[in-house]
């Protein structure tokens, strides 16, 4: 899928080689010319994630090809770092003159609030965090409590118990989005149905996306409980679900990415469908907003309306009921269904 900006390569690269980009604080190198020099900064799991973070990586795949000579840096969270080291990974980015920088992820405020100030003339974006703003910020953002709807109404109707469960990497706002819309989906289907809950660390600890087998734990403790439907928002965690699922003989669903096609082989033809975040799009979008010089700062949503999120149907599990989630989409979009984000 192209991004939603009307965009072509040949206008992009253009728009590059006559762009002139700036970085720096008071102690910054002179603004220079030429091709992006792009800093990515991963969240815990980094490319390879098969998840969030792959789908940022996809963003920044598609630009590579498209906006001609930009370099790039990537750098990743490690598991159980210290905040501290997010800052300095974000410091060393624009010391070193990368511009723009995009963050992936929340727990990346912090660093930013400290460092876009330092840097006025770099331009940042962070992903899924819309309480840090700055005039050389850009909020990528998501109405995942929209898809995660659908995905609720996909799992009420194709669940045969009448009994569905959600597991989250932690207890986040960002993560409690889509227990919202998801638990919406499955009462306005099924008011009737028992939702299952279970979060693997608490709102501030990371580890829950990276802990496959804790998350095949609580999948498992759900499908012995009687749930056949499983929605997982747990990063690389979600592999764990998915082998529950297998385990099961029962239904996961898959999340940000379509992981009927990018999970491990042996579980695919357990995902139901995966709500995706257009990640790639957003950062796409992004830089080519930079090159161009168009990017603006505060927030930018993608929705239902900007095909921002959506839903996947890979496998053909559920195209008898593509019907009734395009029907539910439609009044989503139009405002005769509303969805709280929490």
Known sequence: MRAFRAVTAGAVAAAVAAAAGCHGGADAAPPRTGPLRVGLAYDIGGRGDKSYN??????????????SGMRVKEVAAARGEPAGRKVERVRALAEAGY????????SYAPALRRIAPRFPRTRFAILDEPSVSGPNITNLLFAEEQGSFLMGAAAAMKSRTGDVGFVGGNRSPLVRKFEAGYVQGVKHVNRRARIRIAYLNGPHDLRGFESPAKARRAARRMYCAGADVVYQVAGASGAGVF???????????GVDYDQAKSADPAVRDVILTSMIK??????????????????TSGPVVYDLKL?????????????????RLEQLKQEIIHGRVKVSPG
């Open 278 to 295: 257009r990640i790639d799009v957003a950062v796409y979008d992004f830089l080519a907003d930079v090159a161009d010089r168009t990017v």
């Open 243 to 253: 082998r529950a699922a297998k385990d099961a003989g029962a239904w996961a669903i």
């Open 54 to 67: 792959d789908a940022a990586a996809a963003g920044i795949d598609e630009a590579a090809r498209n906006l």
């Open 99 to 106: 511009d723009p920088i995009i963050a992936v992820g929340y």
């Open 307 to 323: 095909g921002g999120v959506d839903y996947t149907l890979t496998g053909g599990h559920i195209t008898d009921i593509q019907p």
